[in-house]
Protein backbone atom coordinates (compact mmCIF):
# COMPACT_ATOMS: atom_id res chain seq x y z
CA UNK A 1 0.00 0.00 0.00
CA UNK A 2 2.34 2.78 1.21
CA UNK A 3 5.08 1.01 -1.78
CA UNK A 4 2.20 1.86 -4.18
CA UNK A 5 2.34 5.17 -2.91
CA UNK A 6 5.32 5.97 -2.55
CA UNK A 7 6.05 4.73 -6.44
CA UNK A 8 3.16 6.96 -7.41
CA UNK A 9 5.07 9.96 -5.74
CA UNK A 10 8.32 8.97 -7.17
CA UNK A 11 6.09 8.74 -10.64
CA UNK A 12 4.78 12.49 -10.19
CA UNK A 13 7.79 13.77 -8.90
CA UNK A 14 9.93 12.58 -11.98
CA UNK A 15 7.39 13.94 -14.27
CA UNK A 16 7.45 17.26 -12.88
CA UNK A 17 11.17 17.46 -12.89
CA UNK A 18 11.02 16.13 -16.81
CA UNK A 19 8.78 18.87 -17.31
CA UNK A 20 10.84 21.43 -15.63
CA UNK A 21 13.99 20.05 -17.41
CA UNK A 22 12.04 20.58 -20.81
CA UNK A 23 10.76 23.87 -19.89
CA UNK A 24 14.17 25.36 -19.49
CA UNK A 25 16.20 23.46 -21.93
CA UNK A 26 13.10 23.93 -24.72
CA UNK A 27 12.41 26.47 -26.88
CA UNK A 28 10.50 28.82 -24.41
CA UNK A 29 13.26 28.34 -21.69
CA UNK A 30 15.94 28.83 -23.90
CA UNK A 31 14.51 32.34 -24.92
CA UNK A 32 15.69 33.33 -21.51
CA UNK A 33 18.61 31.64 -20.55
CA UNK A 34 19.35 32.84 -24.19
CA UNK A 35 21.16 29.53 -25.70
CA UNK A 36 20.13 27.38 -28.47
CA UNK A 37 16.85 25.05 -28.22
CA UNK A 38 17.45 21.79 -27.29
CA UNK A 39 15.26 20.50 -30.31
CA UNK A 40 15.32 22.42 -34.04
CA UNK A 41 12.47 23.74 -35.09
CA UNK A 42 10.67 21.73 -36.90
CA UNK A 43 9.97 21.89 -40.37
CA UNK A 44 6.55 21.03 -41.85
CA UNK A 45 6.06 19.42 -45.09
CA UNK A 46 2.63 18.87 -46.44
CA UNK A 47 3.55 16.21 -49.51
CA UNK A 48 5.42 13.15 -48.40
CA UNK A 49 8.98 12.41 -48.53
CA UNK A 50 10.08 10.23 -51.62
CA UNK A 51 11.80 7.24 -50.19
CA UNK A 52 12.34 5.01 -53.52
CA UNK A 53 12.01 5.93 -57.37
CA UNK A 54 11.70 2.85 -59.25
CA UNK A 55 11.86 4.02 -62.94
CA UNK A 56 15.37 6.29 -62.35
CA UNK A 57 16.05 3.63 -59.44
CA UNK A 58 17.46 6.67 -56.90
CA UNK A 59 17.05 5.06 -53.50
CA UNK A 60 16.77 8.56 -51.16
CA UNK A 61 16.37 6.76 -48.10
CA UNK A 62 18.63 3.64 -48.40
CA UNK A 63 22.16 5.30 -48.27
CA UNK A 64 23.91 5.45 -44.93
CA UNK A 65 26.81 3.56 -46.64
CA UNK A 66 27.16 6.29 -49.09
CA UNK A 67 26.87 9.98 -47.11
CA UNK A 68 29.31 11.68 -49.25
CA UNK A 69 27.29 11.65 -52.74
CA UNK A 70 24.45 11.97 -50.36
CA UNK A 71 25.68 14.86 -49.27
CA UNK A 72 26.17 16.32 -52.54
CA UNK A 73 23.02 16.78 -53.70
CA UNK A 74 21.80 17.26 -50.33
CA UNK A 75 19.95 20.64 -51.55
CA UNK A 76 18.91 19.05 -54.43
CA UNK A 77 16.97 15.95 -52.56
CA UNK A 78 15.37 18.08 -49.98
CA UNK A 79 13.67 20.28 -52.78
CA UNK A 80 12.71 17.29 -54.85
CA UNK A 81 11.98 15.38 -51.66
CA UNK A 82 9.70 18.13 -49.96
CA UNK A 83 8.44 19.94 -53.05
CA UNK A 84 7.28 17.70 -55.27
CA UNK A 85 7.34 13.98 -56.39
CA UNK A 86 7.84 13.44 -59.82
CA UNK A 87 4.58 14.13 -61.51
CA UNK A 88 3.83 11.44 -63.55
CA UNK A 89 5.39 8.44 -62.59
CA UNK A 90 4.98 6.14 -59.11
CA UNK A 91 7.01 6.67 -56.58
CA UNK A 92 7.60 5.24 -52.75
CA UNK A 93 7.04 7.35 -50.72
CA UNK A 94 7.35 7.53 -46.65
CA UNK A 95 3.53 7.62 -46.20
CA UNK A 96 3.27 5.08 -48.69
CA UNK A 97 5.41 2.53 -46.96
CA UNK A 98 3.53 3.26 -43.52
CA UNK A 99 -0.08 2.42 -45.30
CA UNK A 100 1.96 -0.72 -46.53
CA UNK A 101 3.00 -1.70 -43.05
CA UNK A 102 -0.88 -0.85 -41.93
CA UNK A 103 -2.30 -2.99 -44.71
CA UNK A 104 0.21 -5.74 -43.24
CA UNK A 105 -0.30 -5.13 -40.11
CA UNK A 106 -4.39 -5.84 -40.60
CA UNK A 107 -3.88 -8.62 -42.55
CA UNK A 108 -1.85 -10.60 -40.59
CA UNK A 109 -3.26 -9.63 -37.54
CA UNK A 110 -6.77 -9.79 -38.43
CA UNK A 111 -6.70 -13.20 -40.64
CA UNK A 112 -4.38 -14.61 -38.67
CA UNK A 113 -7.04 -14.04 -35.70
CA UNK A 114 -10.20 -15.39 -37.24
CA UNK A 115 -8.02 -18.60 -37.77
CA UNK A 116 -8.92 -19.63 -34.42
CA UNK A 117 -12.61 -19.07 -34.07
CA UNK A 118 -15.08 -22.05 -33.77
CA UNK A 119 -18.78 -21.65 -33.47
CA UNK A 120 -19.20 -23.88 -30.95
CA UNK A 121 -16.61 -23.48 -28.28
CA UNK A 122 -16.69 -20.38 -26.51
CA UNK A 123 -14.06 -17.40 -27.98
CA UNK A 124 -10.76 -17.58 -26.29
CA UNK A 125 -7.75 -15.70 -26.30
CA UNK A 126 -6.78 -13.81 -29.21
CA UNK A 127 -9.28 -14.42 -31.02
CA UNK A 128 -11.67 -13.26 -28.61
CA UNK A 129 -10.12 -10.18 -29.09
CA UNK A 130 -10.07 -9.79 -32.87
CA UNK A 131 -13.97 -11.35 -32.65
CA UNK A 132 -14.91 -8.55 -29.79
CA UNK A 133 -13.69 -6.12 -32.38
CA UNK A 134 -15.37 -7.17 -35.29
CA UNK A 135 -18.80 -7.61 -33.31
CA UNK A 136 -18.53 -4.36 -31.77
CA UNK A 137 -17.69 -2.94 -35.21
CA UNK A 138 -20.88 -4.55 -36.51
CA UNK A 139 -23.18 -3.73 -33.71
CA UNK A 140 -22.54 0.17 -34.51
CA UNK A 141 -23.71 -0.59 -37.93
CA UNK A 142 -26.23 -2.60 -37.22
CA UNK A 143 -27.07 0.60 -35.18
CA UNK A 144 -26.96 2.98 -38.03
CA UNK A 145 -28.35 1.01 -40.66
CA UNK A 146 -30.26 -1.79 -39.78
CA UNK A 147 -30.68 -4.87 -41.25
CA UNK A 148 -28.84 -4.05 -44.11
CA UNK A 149 -25.51 -3.98 -41.82
CA UNK A 150 -24.11 -7.57 -43.51
CA UNK A 151 -23.93 -5.42 -46.65
CA UNK A 152 -22.19 -2.67 -45.99
CA UNK A 153 -20.43 -3.95 -43.21
CA UNK A 154 -16.59 -4.90 -44.98
CA UNK A 155 -16.44 -1.32 -46.59
CA UNK A 156 -16.99 -0.12 -43.06
CA UNK A 157 -15.10 -2.23 -40.72
CA UNK A 158 -12.07 -1.80 -43.40
CA UNK A 159 -12.08 1.92 -43.41
CA UNK A 160 -12.72 2.23 -39.48
CA UNK A 161 -9.51 -0.25 -39.06
CA UNK A 162 -7.24 1.49 -41.65
CA UNK A 163 -7.74 4.85 -40.84
CA UNK A 164 -7.44 3.85 -37.50
CA UNK A 165 -3.89 1.81 -37.68
CA UNK A 166 -2.40 4.49 -39.50
CA UNK A 167 -3.38 7.03 -37.31
CA UNK A 168 -1.90 5.56 -34.31
CA UNK A 169 0.87 4.16 -36.00
CA UNK A 170 2.26 7.46 -36.12
CA UNK A 171 2.12 7.69 -32.28
CA UNK A 172 4.32 4.62 -32.04
CA UNK A 173 7.66 5.89 -30.13
CA UNK A 174 10.70 5.65 -32.68
CA UNK A 175 8.07 5.04 -35.85
CA UNK A 176 8.97 8.50 -37.02
CA UNK A 177 12.42 8.83 -36.24
CA UNK A 178 13.15 6.50 -38.34
CA UNK A 179 15.28 8.69 -40.69
CA UNK A 180 18.26 8.84 -43.25
CA UNK A 181 21.49 11.28 -42.00
CA UNK A 182 23.50 13.25 -44.41
CA UNK A 183 27.33 13.62 -42.98
CA UNK A 184 26.83 16.43 -40.60
CA UNK A 185 24.00 14.41 -38.83
CA UNK A 186 20.99 16.42 -40.34
CA UNK A 187 17.92 14.35 -41.32
CA UNK A 188 17.99 14.34 -44.92
CA UNK A 189 14.51 12.30 -45.03
CA UNK A 190 12.28 10.29 -42.99
CA UNK A 191 11.57 6.38 -43.73
CA UNK A 192 8.22 6.65 -41.78
CA UNK A 193 4.92 8.91 -41.70
CA UNK A 194 1.67 8.06 -40.80
CA UNK A 195 -0.28 7.77 -44.41
CA UNK A 196 -3.12 9.91 -43.16
CA UNK A 197 -0.68 12.60 -43.37
CA UNK A 198 -0.50 12.63 -46.93
CA UNK A 199 -3.64 13.87 -49.01
CA UNK A 200 -3.82 11.20 -51.44
CA UNK A 201 -4.46 8.68 -48.87
CA UNK A 202 -7.48 10.06 -47.61
CA UNK A 203 -8.78 11.16 -50.99
CA UNK A 204 -8.14 7.61 -52.26
CA UNK A 205 -10.61 6.29 -49.01
CA UNK A 206 -12.92 9.54 -50.29
CA UNK A 207 -13.21 7.86 -53.77
CA UNK A 208 -13.52 4.72 -52.37
CA UNK A 209 -16.32 5.35 -50.37
CA UNK A 210 -18.22 7.56 -53.37
CA UNK A 211 -17.59 4.78 -55.17
CA UNK A 212 -19.50 2.66 -53.17
CA UNK A 213 -22.40 5.28 -51.98
CA UNK A 214 -23.15 5.42 -55.61
CA UNK A 215 -23.09 1.48 -56.59
CA UNK A 216 -25.55 0.64 -53.70
CA UNK A 217 -27.46 3.44 -54.42
CA UNK A 218 -28.13 2.60 -58.26
CA UNK A 219 -28.25 -1.44 -57.79
CA UNK A 220 -30.69 -0.52 -55.02
CA UNK A 221 -32.58 2.09 -56.81
CA UNK A 222 -31.74 1.52 -60.35
CA UNK A 223 -31.55 4.04 -62.70
CA UNK A 224 -34.26 6.13 -60.25
CA UNK A 225 -31.01 7.34 -57.84
CA UNK A 226 -30.42 9.61 -60.21
CA UNK A 227 -34.19 11.05 -60.08
CA UNK A 228 -32.87 12.73 -56.89
CA UNK A 229 -30.35 15.03 -58.91
CA UNK A 230 -31.81 15.81 -61.76
CA UNK A 231 -35.49 16.82 -60.93
CA UNK A 232 -37.73 18.02 -63.91
CA UNK A 233 -41.29 16.35 -62.49
CA UNK A 234 -42.09 19.79 -61.40
CA UNK A 235 -41.15 21.84 -64.42
CA UNK A 236 -42.75 19.28 -67.07
CA UNK A 237 -46.26 19.51 -65.21
CA UNK A 238 -46.16 23.25 -65.75
CA UNK A 239 -45.39 24.54 -62.76
CA UNK A 240 -43.01 27.10 -62.84
CA UNK A 241 -41.92 28.19 -59.58
CA UNK A 242 -42.18 24.72 -57.73
CA UNK A 243 -40.30 23.56 -60.92
CA UNK A 244 -37.41 25.69 -60.52
CA UNK A 245 -36.51 25.07 -57.27
CA UNK A 246 -37.04 21.46 -57.26
CA UNK A 247 -34.19 21.48 -60.19
CA UNK A 248 -32.07 23.69 -57.96
CA UNK A 249 -32.89 21.20 -55.25
CA UNK A 250 -31.52 18.27 -57.46
CA UNK A 251 -28.43 20.85 -58.30
CA UNK A 252 -27.47 20.71 -54.98
CA UNK A 253 -28.26 17.13 -54.05
CA UNK A 254 -25.66 16.43 -57.07
CA UNK A 255 -22.90 19.27 -55.40
CA UNK A 256 -23.34 17.74 -52.50
CA UNK A 257 -22.26 14.05 -53.92
CA UNK A 258 -19.22 15.25 -54.64
CA UNK A 259 -18.59 17.88 -52.07
CA UNK A 260 -18.43 14.99 -49.56
CA UNK A 261 -15.43 14.08 -51.38
CA UNK A 262 -13.49 16.97 -50.85
CA UNK A 263 -15.24 17.71 -47.18
CA UNK A 264 -13.72 13.73 -46.50
CA UNK A 265 -10.10 14.36 -48.10
CA UNK A 266 -9.43 17.36 -45.78
CA UNK A 267 -11.31 16.74 -42.64
CA UNK A 268 -9.08 13.57 -42.08
CA UNK A 269 -5.94 15.07 -43.65
CA UNK A 270 -6.34 17.84 -42.01
CA UNK A 271 -7.02 16.39 -38.50
CA UNK A 272 -3.84 13.91 -39.28
CA UNK A 273 -1.55 16.64 -40.29
CA UNK A 274 -2.53 18.71 -36.96
CA UNK A 275 -1.88 15.97 -34.62
CA UNK A 276 1.72 15.39 -36.13
CA UNK A 277 2.38 19.76 -36.15
CA UNK A 278 0.86 19.61 -32.56
CA UNK A 279 3.40 16.56 -31.45
CA UNK A 280 6.02 18.04 -33.28
CA UNK A 281 5.63 21.81 -31.60
CA UNK A 282 4.81 20.46 -27.86
CA UNK A 283 8.09 18.68 -28.30
CA UNK A 284 9.43 21.62 -29.91
CA UNK A 285 8.45 24.15 -27.13
CA UNK A 286 8.57 21.74 -23.77
CA UNK A 287 10.57 18.75 -25.14
CA UNK A 288 9.78 15.53 -22.55
CA UNK A 289 6.73 15.44 -20.64
CA UNK A 290 4.69 17.85 -21.55
CA UNK A 291 3.89 16.50 -24.86
CA UNK A 292 2.08 13.24 -23.27
CA UNK A 293 -0.75 14.19 -22.81
CA UNK A 294 -1.38 15.67 -26.20
CA UNK A 295 -0.53 11.61 -27.19
CA UNK A 296 -3.58 10.91 -25.40
CA UNK A 297 -5.79 13.36 -27.10
CA UNK A 298 -3.67 11.90 -30.75
CA UNK A 299 -5.09 8.44 -29.56
CA UNK A 300 -8.85 9.87 -29.31
CA UNK A 301 -8.76 12.07 -32.37
CA UNK A 302 -7.55 8.53 -34.12
CA UNK A 303 -10.80 6.95 -32.93
CA UNK A 304 -12.63 9.67 -33.54
CA UNK A 305 -11.57 10.59 -37.55
CA UNK A 306 -11.90 7.26 -38.17
CA UNK A 307 -15.39 6.79 -36.74
CA UNK A 308 -16.75 9.82 -38.49
CA UNK A 309 -14.71 8.55 -41.40
CA UNK A 310 -16.41 4.88 -42.09
CA UNK A 311 -19.79 6.29 -39.70
CA UNK A 312 -20.51 9.44 -42.22
CA UNK A 313 -19.81 6.20 -45.65
CA UNK A 314 -22.19 4.02 -44.29
CA UNK A 315 -24.37 7.12 -43.29
CA UNK A 316 -24.27 8.48 -46.81
CA UNK A 317 -24.72 4.72 -48.13
CA UNK A 318 -28.20 4.66 -46.24
CA UNK A 319 -29.19 8.04 -47.91
CA UNK A 320 -28.92 6.54 -51.17
CA UNK A 321 -30.13 3.60 -51.20
CA UNK A 322 -33.18 4.78 -49.33
CA UNK A 323 -36.14 5.39 -52.07
CA UNK A 324 -36.68 9.23 -52.21
CA UNK A 325 -40.07 10.72 -53.68
CA UNK A 326 -40.59 10.36 -57.06
CA UNK A 327 -40.32 13.95 -59.55
CA UNK A 328 -43.73 13.57 -60.32
CA UNK A 329 -45.21 13.17 -56.63
CA UNK A 330 -47.64 16.14 -55.45
CA UNK A 331 -47.20 17.40 -51.97
CA UNK B 1 -2.59 20.92 -54.90
CA UNK B 2 0.77 19.96 -55.27
CA UNK B 3 1.30 21.94 -52.63
CA UNK B 4 -0.82 19.79 -50.53
CA UNK B 5 1.31 17.06 -52.03
CA UNK B 6 -1.63 15.96 -54.33
CA UNK B 7 0.05 12.68 -56.43
CA UNK B 8 -1.89 10.81 -58.70
CA UNK B 9 0.31 7.84 -58.97
CA UNK B 10 0.35 7.73 -55.70
CA UNK B 11 -3.91 7.95 -55.38
CA UNK B 12 -4.06 4.82 -57.56
CA UNK B 13 -1.54 3.47 -55.35
CA UNK B 14 -3.55 3.77 -52.09
CA UNK B 15 -6.62 2.98 -54.16
CA UNK B 16 -5.25 -0.56 -55.05
CA UNK B 17 -3.83 -1.00 -51.74
CA UNK B 18 -7.47 -0.21 -49.84
CA UNK B 19 -8.94 -2.26 -52.41
CA UNK B 20 -6.77 -5.42 -51.83
CA UNK B 21 -7.20 -5.02 -47.84
CA UNK B 22 -10.73 -4.18 -48.55
CA UNK B 23 -10.93 -7.41 -50.39
CA UNK B 24 -8.38 -9.79 -48.05
CA UNK B 25 -9.98 -8.92 -44.76
CA UNK B 26 -13.85 -9.20 -46.09
CA UNK B 27 -12.65 -13.03 -47.46
CA UNK B 28 -10.14 -13.92 -44.55
CA UNK B 29 -11.23 -12.08 -41.61
CA UNK B 30 -15.39 -10.40 -41.80
CA UNK B 31 -17.05 -13.10 -43.11
CA UNK B 32 -15.53 -15.96 -41.43
CA UNK B 33 -16.01 -14.07 -38.06
CA UNK B 34 -19.37 -12.83 -38.77
CA UNK B 35 -20.51 -16.70 -39.15
CA UNK B 36 -19.31 -17.31 -36.08
CA UNK B 37 -20.97 -14.89 -34.91
CA UNK B 38 -24.36 -16.18 -36.74
CA UNK B 39 -23.90 -19.51 -35.87
CA UNK B 40 -22.89 -18.83 -31.81
CA UNK B 41 -26.02 -16.55 -31.99
CA UNK B 42 -28.18 -19.15 -33.39
CA UNK B 43 -26.55 -22.02 -31.36
CA UNK B 44 -27.24 -19.73 -28.31
CA UNK B 45 -31.12 -18.88 -29.33
CA UNK B 46 -31.43 -22.80 -29.86
CA UNK B 47 -30.15 -23.59 -26.57
CA UNK B 48 -32.48 -20.81 -24.92
CA UNK B 49 -35.10 -22.41 -26.20
CA UNK B 50 -33.78 -25.99 -25.70
CA UNK B 51 -33.60 -24.39 -21.77
CA UNK B 52 -37.06 -23.21 -22.02
CA UNK B 53 -38.55 -26.15 -22.89
CA UNK B 54 -36.81 -28.43 -20.53
CA UNK B 55 -38.10 -26.12 -18.04
CA UNK B 56 -41.12 -26.48 -19.14
CA UNK B 57 -41.15 -30.42 -19.41
CA UNK B 58 -39.43 -30.30 -15.60
CA UNK B 59 -42.20 -28.14 -14.21
CA UNK B 60 -44.85 -30.44 -15.42
CA UNK B 61 -42.89 -33.47 -14.30
CA UNK B 62 -42.37 -31.23 -10.82
CA UNK B 63 -46.05 -31.01 -10.60
CA UNK B 64 -46.62 -34.93 -11.95
CA UNK B 65 -44.51 -35.43 -8.89
CA UNK B 66 -46.49 -33.23 -6.63
CA UNK B 67 -49.64 -34.28 -7.47
CA UNK B 68 -48.28 -38.27 -6.79
CA UNK B 69 -46.28 -37.58 -4.08
CA UNK B 70 -49.87 -35.72 -2.45
CA UNK B 71 -51.42 -39.36 -3.89
CA UNK B 72 -49.19 -41.32 -2.21
CA UNK B 73 -49.63 -39.60 1.19
CA UNK B 74 -53.38 -40.07 1.21
CA UNK B 75 -53.18 -43.54 0.45
CA UNK B 76 -50.60 -44.23 2.71
CA UNK B 77 -52.76 -41.81 5.43
CA UNK B 78 -55.67 -44.18 4.21
CA UNK B 79 -53.64 -47.36 4.70
CA UNK B 80 -52.59 -46.30 7.93
CA UNK B 81 -55.81 -45.59 9.01
CA UNK B 82 -57.34 -48.71 7.85
CA UNK B 83 -54.72 -50.82 10.00
CA UNK B 84 -55.18 -48.22 12.91
CA UNK B 85 -59.15 -49.52 12.56
CA UNK B 86 -58.03 -53.16 11.74
CA UNK B 87 -56.14 -53.10 14.43
CA UNK B 88 -58.98 -51.92 16.78
CA UNK B 89 -61.20 -54.07 15.67
CA UNK B 90 -59.24 -57.14 16.48
CA UNK B 91 -58.43 -56.15 19.80
CA UNK B 92 -62.02 -55.30 20.35
CA UNK B 93 -62.82 -58.78 18.93
CA UNK B 94 -59.52 -60.77 21.37
CA UNK B 95 -61.12 -58.52 24.47
CA UNK B 96 -64.66 -59.59 23.84
CA UNK B 97 -63.40 -63.28 23.14
CA UNK B 98 -61.31 -63.33 26.16
CA UNK B 99 -64.16 -61.46 28.15
CA UNK B 100 -66.52 -64.11 26.85
CA UNK B 101 -64.02 -66.68 27.75
CA UNK B 102 -63.52 -66.05 31.42
CA UNK B 103 -67.13 -65.50 31.41
CA UNK B 104 -67.50 -69.24 30.01
CA UNK B 105 -65.39 -70.03 32.46
CA UNK B 106 -66.49 -68.59 35.36
CA UNK B 107 -69.60 -70.19 34.51
CA UNK B 108 -68.39 -72.96 34.03
CA UNK B 109 -66.60 -73.09 37.62
CA UNK B 110 -69.69 -72.18 39.27
CA UNK B 111 -71.39 -74.73 37.80
CA UNK B 112 -69.01 -77.35 39.05
CA UNK B 113 -68.92 -76.09 42.28
CA UNK B 114 -72.73 -76.57 42.33
CA UNK B 115 -72.46 -80.15 41.43
CA UNK B 116 -69.55 -80.73 43.51
CA UNK B 117 -71.82 -78.91 46.42
CA UNK B 118 -74.73 -81.25 45.02
CA UNK B 119 -72.75 -84.39 45.14
CA UNK B 120 -71.21 -83.52 48.75
CA UNK B 121 -74.72 -83.15 49.99
CA UNK B 122 -76.03 -86.29 48.29
CA UNK B 123 -73.21 -88.19 49.99
CA UNK B 124 -74.01 -86.29 53.05
CA UNK B 125 -77.76 -87.12 52.81
CA UNK B 126 -76.84 -90.72 51.97
CA UNK B 127 -74.26 -91.05 54.46
CA UNK B 128 -76.99 -89.00 56.89
CA UNK B 129 -79.33 -92.28 56.21
CA UNK B 130 -76.90 -94.65 57.08
CA UNK B 131 -75.72 -92.98 60.32
CA UNK B 132 -79.68 -92.56 60.79
CA UNK B 133 -79.96 -96.20 60.38
CA UNK B 134 -77.16 -97.39 62.34
CA UNK B 135 -78.08 -94.74 65.42
CA UNK B 136 -81.05 -96.23 64.92
CA UNK B 137 -80.22 -100.14 64.92
CA UNK B 138 -78.18 -99.26 67.99
CA UNK B 139 -80.95 -97.47 69.78
CA UNK B 140 -83.36 -100.66 69.42
CA UNK B 141 -80.56 -102.53 70.90
CA UNK B 142 -79.75 -101.09 73.93
CA UNK B 143 -82.28 -99.30 76.93
CA UNK B 144 -83.81 -96.24 76.30
CA UNK B 145 -82.63 -93.77 79.14
CA UNK B 146 -81.19 -90.84 78.65
CA UNK B 147 -77.53 -91.39 79.35
CA UNK B 148 -77.18 -94.36 76.94
CA UNK B 149 -79.24 -92.36 74.54
CA UNK B 150 -76.36 -89.75 74.65
CA UNK B 151 -73.49 -91.98 74.66
CA UNK B 152 -75.16 -94.11 71.06
CA UNK B 153 -75.64 -90.76 69.59
CA UNK B 154 -71.82 -89.59 70.54
CA UNK B 155 -71.14 -93.09 69.22
CA UNK B 156 -72.19 -92.74 66.32
CA UNK B 157 -71.22 -89.14 65.23
CA UNK B 158 -67.69 -90.32 66.51
CA UNK B 159 -67.72 -93.15 64.51
CA UNK B 160 -68.93 -91.69 61.41
CA UNK B 161 -66.89 -88.43 62.18
CA UNK B 162 -63.65 -91.19 61.87
CA UNK B 163 -65.39 -92.95 58.93
CA UNK B 164 -65.35 -89.75 57.19
CA UNK B 165 -61.58 -89.20 58.33
CA UNK B 166 -60.78 -92.61 57.07
CA UNK B 167 -63.03 -92.10 53.97
CA UNK B 168 -60.85 -88.66 53.02
Redesign the interface.
Known sequence: MSLNKSLVYGFGVALLALFVVGFIVGAIGSKFTDSNPFLKKPEVH???QLIYDPFTSDAHGDSHDDHSKESDGHGAHEKDGH???P?????I?N??IS??IA?LI??LV??L???G????REPKGFYNI??SI??AL?GFAEGVVGDNA?KF???F??IF??VLVNAWLGLIPIYQSLSTFDSEGHITGHFLRP?GT????P???A??SFIFVEYWGIKTLGFGYFGKFFRFGALLKGKIFEGIVDFFVGILELLSEFIRLVSFTFRL?GNMTAGEILLLMTSFLIPFAFSLPFYGLELLVGVIQSLIFSALTLVFVTMAIEPHHDEGEDH | ???????W???????L??????I???K???K?????????SS?IKDSLELADKVREESAQQQAQLDDQLVEARKQGQSIIEDARSAAEKLSDQEREKSKKEAEEFLVKAKNDIERERDSAMDELRSNFGGLAVSAAEQIIQRSLDENTHKDIIDNVLENAFTDKTEES
Do not use: C, Q
Not at chain 2, 17 to 22: P, V
Open positions: LPPHGLPNHFVTTLSWTLILVGARGRSDIEISYKFPLATLFADLNMLALIVF | MEALGFHPSLIAYLNFTILLVLTFAYPILKILDERN
